[in-house]
C-alpha cells in the first residue's frame, strides 16, 4: 500500500486549486456578497441558495445542512472518493508530482479505486478515439457519422471512437498501461470470457459519457454490423464510478451555457445532443439509456439556480414513445422551481434527422419553448376520452384534476384549471376550480405528498397519482376472510410479481385505496421504490427497492411475504394474465368508489334542507360524477380506468 502523503504537498494542492473552480465546475455559483459566492446545495435538495464559497478562506459551508470544509472535503463528497484519492485527484489537474512518507512516489497501481478507474477510462477514450481516426477497420463508423452530417472535426470535439471488432484489442491495451484484470472487470471496460477478461464493447461507435466534472465515467456504443446481435445501444453497466440515472451526456460541454443562459434542452439521443450543439445550441443534454428522473433534476437544479426566468425544454419524438417519454418526465415536473416546456419537431424528427433535412437553424427554432410541458400533459390524458358523454369528461376530470393540483403556483394554478375546463367542455369552471384547490389543499396538508382525500372522510373523486401517506398505522393482524382485504392483497401480490399486468394503472391509485393499514404501507413502500413501472423497467433491482423503501421491519416482512406467496386464482380462472389483473384493480377501485359515494351521499343529507345552495350544488354534481364513473367501472371494467 502506498503510504502517508506528504504534508507539504497536500498543502501545495490546496493552494494550487482555487475552491471556487473547483466548486463551479458542479454547480452555478453567484456573489453572495463580501468576497463570498453562493449556490445550490449539492448535498441535500433546497429551494434558496444557503451554500456559500469563500474563495480567500478556501472553504464552503451550507448553512441548511452544516456541511463544510475545504476543496480537499468538497471533492471527497460530491465525488465519494477518500482523502488520499481526492487529493491525488487534485494534484493530477494542478501538475503536481505527490510524495509519500512510506515508499516514496506513488506508482500508479497503489492509486485509489476511482482514481484507478478514471484513468482506465481515459486512456480508453483516447485509444476509441485514434480507431476512430486512422483504423482501417472504422470506415462502417466514419460513414455513419458522415450519413448524419458528422465529419472529423465533430467527432472529435465529442470524443467519439470506435471499438474494433477483436474479442479482447482494449483489454490487451490497457493490460499493458498496467492495468490488472480485475480493474479491468470492476471499470466495465471488459467482461469475463472462457478464458478470462474480453473487450465489453466489439466493433461499435463509441460515445464517452463525462461526469459533471467533465471525467470519463462511461461509455455509449452503437451497433454497427448487422452480425452483432446485442442491442442497438449498449451502455457501460453500473460501476462504482457509473450511475446511469445520475449522469448526463453532454454536461460537461453544456454546464456552462446552461448556468449562464438559465435554460437546458433536453434530447433523447447522444446524436441529438452533437447536431444541437453544432447548431449553436450548446445547452442540450441527454440521459444515458433511461428515463429523465429525479437525480438527472438535481444536476440541472444546481445549474440553473431555479431562478424565475430558467428554462427546461424536452425535446421528444411524436411517436408513442416519444409522448410517453414527456409525460414520464412531467411527473417529475413539479420538483423544478423552472418553467419547463416541450418540443415536437415536424413530422416527428429528432434534432438529428432535422438537422440534416431543414438545417442548423431548424434546430435552434424547436429549442425555442412551445408548449408548457403541463398544457401537453393535460391534453394527453383529455385525448384519451369520450367527451361527448357525461362518463367520459368525468373520468377526464378524474385523471387530470390531481395533475393540475401539484402546480405550485396557485395564481397559474387557477388558470390552468379554467383552461382544463374548457378543455373537458365543463360550463362550471368553478366546480372544477374549486375541485382543484381542494385537492392542492388535501396535499398541503399532507405534507405535500400528494392530492389524495380520503376515501372515508371526504367527497371527492377516486384518487389518481396519489403520493404517500407518513406513518400509515399498522392496525390489528389481518383477516384474510374480509373480501375486501382478500382483493387488495391480490393487487399487491400482482403489483410485486407481474407489475407488467398492473401498470401503469397501478401507479395512479392512492395509498387510502388500500384500506388495511399493512397493505397500505406496503402500496407506499412500491410508490416511494418507482412504482410498477420501475418493475416492469427493471425487475431485478425493484423487489430490493421496494423493501428498502419500506419503513419498518413489518411492512419489509410484508412484502416479502407478498412478493413469494402464491397468487390465488378463483373457479374457473384459468392463469394469471390481463384480465385477471384487470378484474382486481376494477374490484379494490369500484370499492374505494362506492365507499365515496356513501359519504358524499351522507353529506347530501346533511346539507339538505339548511345547506349553502351553492355547497349542495356542487356536491350533488360530485355525486353525479362518481356514480357515472361507477356506472363506467361496472360496464366497461379496466377499459374505463
Given at each position: 500500500?502506498?503510504?502517508?502523503?506528504?504534508?507539504?504537498?497536500?498543502?501545495?494542492?490546496?493552494?494550487?486549486?482555487?475552491?471556487?473552480?473547483?466548486?463551479?465546475?458542479?454547480?452555478?455559483?453567484?456573489?453572495?456578497?463580501?468576497?463570498?459566492?453562493?449556490?445550490?446545495?449539492?448535498?441535500?435538495?433546497?429551494?434558496?441558495?444557503?451554500?456559500?464559497?469563500?474563495?480567500?478562506?478556501?472553504?464552503?459551508?451550507?448553512?441548511?445542512?452544516?456541511?463544510?470544509?475545504?476543496?480537499?472535503?468538497?471533492?471527497?463528497?460530491?465525488?465519494?472518493?477518500?482523502?488520499?484519492?481526492?487529493?491525488?485527484?487534485?494534484?493530477?489537474?494542478?501538475?503536481?508530482?505527490?510524495?509519500?512518507?512510506?515508499?516514496?512516489?506513488?506508482?500508479?497501481?497503489?492509486?485509489?479505486?476511482?482514481?484507478?478507474?478514471?484513468?482506465?477510462?481515459?486512456?480508453?477514450?483516447?485509444?476509441?478515439?485514434?480507431?476512430?481516426?486512422?483504423?482501417?477497420?472504422?470506415?462502417?463508423?466514419?460513414?455513419?457519422?458522415?450519413?448524419?452530417?458528422?465529419?472529423?472535426?465533430?467527432?472529435?470535439?465529442?470524443?467519439?471512437?470506435?471499438?474494433?471488432?477483436?474479442?479482447?484489442?482494449?483489454?490487451?491495451?490497457?493490460?499493458?498501461?498496467?492495468?490488472?484484470?480485475?480493474?479491468?472487470?470492476?471499470?466495465?471496460?471488459?467482461?469475463?470470457?472462457?478464458?478470462?477478461?474480453?473487450?465489453?464493447?466489439?466493433?461499435?461507435?463509441?460515445?464517452?459519457?463525462?461526469?459533471?466534472?467533465?471525467?470519463?465515467?462511461?461509455?455509449?456504443?452503437?451497433?454497427?454490423?448487422?452480425?452483432?446481435?446485442?442491442?442497438?445501444?449498449?451502455?457501460?453497466?453500473?460501476?462504482?464510478?457509473?450511475?446511469?440515472?445520475?449522469?448526463?451526456?453532454?454536461?460537461?460541454?453544456?454546464?456552462?451555457?446552461?448556468?449562464?443562459?438559465?435554460?437546458?434542452?433536453?434530447?433523447?439521443?447522444?446524436?441529438?445532443?452533437?447536431?444541437?450543439?453544432?447548431?449553436?445550441?450548446?445547452?442540450?443534454?441527454?440521459?444515458?439509456?433511461?428515463?429523465?428522473?429525479?437525480?438527472?433534476?438535481?444536476?440541472?437544479?444546481?445549474?440553473?439556480?431555479?431562478?424565475?426566468?430558467?428554462?427546461?425544454?424536452?425535446?421528444?419524438?411524436?411517436?408513442?414513445?416519444?409522448?410517453?417519454?414527456?409525460?414520464?418526465?412531467?411527473?417529475?415536473?413539479?420538483?423544478?422551481?423552472?418553467?419547463?416546456?416541450?418540443?415536437?419537431?415536424?413530422?416527428?424528427?429528432?434534432?438529428?434527422?432535422?438537422?440534416?433535412?431543414?438545417?442548423?437553424?431548424?434546430?435552434?427554432?424547436?429549442?425555442?419553448?412551445?408548449?408548457?410541458?403541463?398544457?401537453?400533459?393535460?391534453?394527453?390524458?383529455?385525448?384519451?376520452?369520450?367527451?361527448?358523454?357525461?362518463?367520459?369528461?368525468?373520468?377526464?376530470?378524474?385523471?387530470?384534476?390531481?395533475?393540475?393540483?401539484?402546480?405550485?403556483?396557485?395564481?397559474?394554478?387557477?388558470?390552468?384549471?379554467?383552461?382544463?375546463?374548457?378543455?373537458?367542455?365543463?360550463?362550471d369552471t368553478q366546480f372544477v376550480v374549486k375541485r382543484i384547490a381542494q385537492l392542492a389543499r388535501w396535499a398541503r396538508d399532507r405534507g405535500g405528498k400528494g392530492p389524495v382525500p380520503d376515501p372515508r372522510q371526504r367527497g371527492g373523486a377516486p384518487q389518481q397519482h396519489a403520493g404517500p401517506a407518513r406513518n400509515?398505522?399498522?392496525?390489528?393482524?389481518?383477516?384474510?376472510?374480509?373480501?375486501?382485504?382478500?382483493?387488495?392483497?391480490?393487487?399487491?401480490?400482482?403489483?410485486?410479481?407481474?407489475?407488467?399486468?398492473?401498470?401503469?394503472?397501478?401507479?395512479?391509485?392512492?395509498?387510502?385505496?388500500?384500506?388495511?393499514?399493512?397493505?397500505?404501507?406496503?402500496?407506499?413502500?412500491?410508490?416511494?421504490?418507482?412504482?410498477?413501472?420501475?418493475?416492469?423497467?427493471?425487475?431485478?433491482?425493484?423487489?430490493?427497492?421496494?423493501?428498502?423503501?419500506?419503513?419498518?421491519?413489518?411492512?419489509?416482512?410484508?412484502?416479502?411475504?407478498?412478493?413469494?406467496?402464491?397468487?390465488?386464482?378463483?373457479?374457473?380462472?384459468?392463469?394469471?394474465?390481463?384480465?385477471?389483473?384487470?378484474?382486481?384493480?376494477?374490484?379494490?377501485?369500484?370499492?374505494?368508489?362506492?365507499?365515496?359515494?356513501?359519504?358524499?351521499?351522507?353529506?347530501?343529507?346533511?346539507?339538505?334542507?339548511?345547506?349553502?345552495?351553492?355547497?349542495?350544488?356542487?356536491?350533488?354534481?360530485?355525486?353525479?360524477?362518481?356514480?357515472?364513473?361507477?356506472?363506467?367501472?361496472?360496464?366497461?371494467?379496466?377499459?374505463?380506468?
Amino acid at each position: 500500500m502506498a503510504g502517508r502523503i506528504n504534508d507539504e504537498d497536500v498543502k501545495a494542492v490546496r493552494d494550487a486549486v482555487p475552491i471556487d473552480a473547483v466548486v463551479s465546475e458542479y454547480l452555478q455559483l453567484r456573489n453572495a456578497g463580501g468576497g463570498n459566492l453562493k449556490g445550490l446545495c449539492p448535498f441535500h435538495d433546497e429551494k434558496s441558495p444557503s451554500f456559500q464559497v469563500s474563495p480567500s478562506k478556501g472553504f464552503f459551508h451550507c448553512f441548511g445542512c452544516q456541511e463544510g470544509g475545504d476543496t480537499i472535503t468538497f471533492v471527497m463528497k460530491i465525488d465519494h472518493l477518500t482523502f488520499s484519492e481526492a487529493v491525488e485527484r487534485l494534484a493530477g489537474q494542478a501538475g503536481i508530482t505527490l510524495r509519500y512518507e512510506e515508499g516514496g512516489y506513488n506508482p500508479s497501481h497503489q492509486r485509489g479505486e476511482r482514481i484507478r478507474l478514471v484513468e482506465a477510462h481515459k486512456i480508453a477514450a483516447q485509444w476509441y478515439a485514434e480507431q476512430l481516426a486512422t483504423g482501417p477497420e472504422a470506415d462502417t463508423g466514419r460513414a455513419f457519422l458522415a450519413d448524419r452530417g458528422f465529419d472529423q472535426a465533430a467527432a472529435e470535439h465529442f470524443g467519439v471512437g470506435y471499438s474494433p471488432q477483436g474479442w479482447d484489442h482494449l483489454t490487451r491495451y490497457l493490460r499493458g498501461k498496467g492495468f490488472s484484470d480485475k480493474e479491468l472487470l470492476l471499470s466495465g471496460l471488459s467482461q469475463e470470457g472462457r478464458r478470462g477478461p474480453i473487450d465489453r464493447f466489439r466493433g461499435r461507435l463509441m460515445w464517452p459519457i463525462r461526469d459533471i466534472g467533465g471525467d470519463v465515467v462511461g461509455f455509449g456504443a452503437r451497433k454497427l454490423y448487422e452480425a452483432d446481435n446485442g442491442p442497438k445501444y449498449l451502455n457501460t453497466p453500473d460501476t462504482a464510478i457509473y450511475k446511469k440515472s445520475q449522469v448526463l451526456y453532454g454536461i460537461d460541454l453544456a454546464k456552462k451555457d446552461i448556468a449562464k443562459a438559465s435554460r437546458a434542452v433536453v434530447v433523447e439521443g447522444y446524436t441529438d445532443v452533437m447536431a444541437c450543439h453544432l447548431a449553436g445550441v450548446t445547452t442540450a443534454i441527454a440521459t444515458c439509456g433511461t428515463a429523465f428522473g429525479g437525480d438527472h433534476i438535481k444536476i440541472l437544479r444546481r445549474l440553473l439556480m431555479d431562478n424565475g426566468s430558467a428554462r427546461v425544454i424536452f425535446t421528444f419524438d411524436g411517436d408513442a414513445a416519444g409522448q410517453k417519454a414527456a409525460l414520464r418526465a412531467f411527473e417529475d415536473d413539479q420538483k423544478f422551481a423552472a418553467e419547463t416546456y416541450i418540443a415536437i419537431a415536424p413530422d416527428g424528427m429528432d434534432p438529428c434527422d432535422l438537422r440534416l433535412a431543414k438545417g442548423d437553424d431548424a434546430v435552434a427554432d424547436l429549442a425555442e419553448p412551445r408548449t408548457p410541458l403541463f398544457e401537453f400533459a393535460l391534453r394527453q390524458i383529455v385525448s384519451r376520452y369520450d367527451l361527448d358523454t357525461p362518463a367520459g369528461r368525468a373520468s377526464a376530470l378524474d385523471e387530470a384534476a390531481p395533475v393540475v393540483a401539484r402546480i405550485k403556483n396557485s395564481g397559474a394554478q387557477h388558470e390552468v384549471a379554467v383552461q382544463l375546463a374548457g378543455m373537458l367542455g365543463i360550463l362550471d369552471t368553478q366546480f372544477v376550480v374549486k375541485r382543484i384547490a381542494q385537492l392542492a389543499r388535501w396535499a398541503r396538508d399532507r405534507g405535500g405528498k400528494g392530492p389524495v382525500p380520503d376515501p372515508r372522510q371526504r367527497g371527492g373523486a377516486p384518487q389518481q397519482h396519489a403520493g404517500p401517506a407518513r406513518n400509515t398505522p399498522r392496525g390489528p393482524a389481518l383477516n384474510l376472510r374480509n373480501p375486501v382485504f382478500a382483493t387488495e392483497r391480490e393487487l399487491l401480490k400482482l403489483a410485486l410479481q407481474r407489475p407488467e399486468l398492473v401498470s401503469p394503472a397501478f401507479d395512479a391509485y392512492g395509498v387510502d385505496e388500500f384500506t388495511a393499514p399493512p397493505y397500505a404501507a406496503v402500496r407506499e413502500a412500491i410508490m416511494e421504490a418507482g412504482g410498477a413501472e420501475f418493475g416492469v423497467q427493471d425487475p431485478q433491482d425493484y423487489l430490493v427497492r421496494v423493501r428498502e423503501a419500506a419503513p419498518d421491519d413489518a411492512v419489509r416482512a410484508m412484502v416479502t411475504e407478498l412478493a413469494v406467496e402464491a397468487i390465488m386464482l378463483h373457479r374457473g380462472v384459468k392463469g394469471v394474465d390481463e384480465i385477471y389483473a384487470g378484474a382486481q384493480l376494477v374490484t379494490v377501485r369500484r370499492r374505494a368508489v362506492e365507499r365515496r359515494i356513501r359519504d358524499i351521499t351522507g353529506r347530501l343529507t346533511r346539507l339538505s334542507g339548511h345547506g349553502d345552495p351553492a355547497e349542495l350544488a356542487a356536491v350533488q354534481n360530485e355525486l353525479w360524477i362518481l356514480q357515472q364513473y361507477d356506472q363506467n367501472l361496472r360496464e366497461h371494467g379496466a377499459a374505463a380506468l
